[in-house]
């Protein structure tokens, strides 16, 4: 699922394999673009803003994507086989003499000028991995809307850019929530530990493989410990263990089908109305 640590570490691997060279082949497979050609200019920085990714290149060009659900860019090596999907999902191919980078899927793909990067990713709230980073920004942002459901507000990239539905339903077990509580009746100290442990989950998962929200992060305080089992370590709280037991109480985790996205949650450890 790409959320924030994911594009973050997708921008890295684009920015180590194509920065500072000269592009020796461009094939932007979108209608609107398709007649563009960036060969020849060089490629000057890769970098992520919440879950959006920027490829700037000489010239004051700046290719956007967006991953969203399954969108996603590989790197080969020159002559390597192309794995990541059939040729009629590919969207878009760069190469230098070094590697070949594709993107598979891309539901946002667009050239723009650099210049013009802030009308496309302008509106995003504060960047929990980014430069940009405040805490009491992205609180207020939250709390502006107190009868707003607390799922739906931690989605919003308005308020603070990088939580997808991975880490929403996660934060949601953390804070004892359930998605649908209006996030006004969250008490404040909850609210402000919401957003550190946004940011600390965020932080932790930047560079792994496998991202993980059991390590280092637990429930909100008055929560038993876990008792000690022989289960198996679990990298996730709730997220896809429906009808598994919480980690922390054993009851069956909860799962509801909403806009395409799956919400999971603890229907003993998380207070709050339900579907």
């Given at each position: 699922?790409?959320?924030?640590?994911?594009?973050?570490q997708t921008a890295?691997?684009l920015?180590?394999?194509?920065a500072?060279?000269?592009?020796?082949q461009s094939?932007?497979?979108?209608p609107?673009?398709?007649t563009a050609d960036?060969t020849?200019?060089t490629v000057l920085?890769?970098?992520?803003?919440?879950?959006?990714?920027?490829?700037r290149i000489?010239?004051?060009?700046?290719?956007?994507?967006h991953?969203?659900?399954?969108?996603?860019?590989?790197?080969?090596?020159?002559?390597?086989r192309w794995r990541?999907?059939?040729?009629h999902?590919i969207?878009?191919v760069?190469?230098?003499?070094?590697?070949?980078?594709?993107?598979?899927r891309?539901p946002?793909?667009e050239l723009?000028r650099?210049?013009?990067?802030?009308?496309?990713v302008g509106?995003?709230?504060p960047?929990?991995l980014g430069p940009?980073?405040?805490?009491?920004t992205a609180?207020r942002?939250?709390?502006?809307d107190?009868?707003?459901?607390?799922?739906?507000?931690?989605?919003?990239?308005?308020?603070?850019a990088?939580i997808?539905?991975v880490?929403n339903?996660?934060?949601c077990?953390?804070?004892?929530?359930?998605?649908?509580?209006p996030?006004?009746l969250?008490p404040?100290?909850?609210a402000?530990?919401?957003?550190?442990?946004?940011?600390?989950?965020?932080e932790?998962?930047r560079?792994?493989?496998?991202?993980?929200?059991?390590?280092?992060a637990?429930?909100?305080?008055?929560?038993?410990?876990a008792p000690?089992?022989r289960r198996?370590?679990e990298n996730?709280?709730?997220?896809?263990?429906a009808h598994r037991?919480?980690?922390?109480?054993?009851?069956?985790?909860?799962?509801?089908e909403q806009?395409i996205?799956?919400?999971y949650?603890c229907p003993?450890c998380?207070?709050?109305?339900?579907?």
């Amino acid at each position: 699922m790409p959320e924030g640590d994911t594009v973050l570490q997708t921008a890295k691997r684009l920015h180590s394999a194509l920065a500072d060279q000269v592009l020796t082949q461009s094939d932007l497979r979108v209608p609107r673009f398709a007649t563009a050609d960036l060969t020849g200019r060089t490629v000057l920085d890769v970098s992520a803003r919440g879950k959006h990714l920027l490829t700037r290149i000489e010239g004051g060009l700046t290719l956007h994507s967006h991953l969203r659900m399954d969108g996603a860019w590989r790197v080969f090596a020159p002559h390597e086989r192309w794995r990541g999907g059939p040729a009629h999902q590919i969207r878009a191919v760069l190469a230098n003499t070094t590697h070949t980078v594709v993107g598979y899927r891309l539901p946002v793909l667009e050239l723009l000028r650099t210049k013009d990067e802030e009308q496309t990713v302008g509106h995003l709230g504060p960047d929990l991995l980014g430069p940009d980073w405040n805490a009491d920004t992205a609180l207020r942002n939250l709390l502006a809307d107190p009868g707003r459901p607390l799922g739906e507000a931690l989605l919003d990239q308005r308020n603070l850019a990088g939580i997808g539905n991975v880490y929403n339903c996660e934060l949601c077990f953390l804070a004892r929530a359930t998605p649908w509580l209006p996030i006004g009746l969250l008490p404040e100290s909850t609210a402000v530990l919401l957003v550190s442990t946004a940011k600390q989950l965020l932080e932790a998962n930047r560079d792994r493989p496998v991202r993980t929200t059991t390590v280092g992060a637990r429930p909100r305080a008055g929560a038993a410990p876990a008792p000690r089992t022989r289960r198996p370590v679990e990298n996730l709280w709730v997220y896809g263990r429906a009808h598994r037991p919480c980690l922390r109480c054993g009851a069956s985790i909860r799962k509801v089908e909403q806009d395409i996205r799956p919400t999971y949650w603890c229907p003993h450890c998380q207070k709050g109305p339900t579907p």
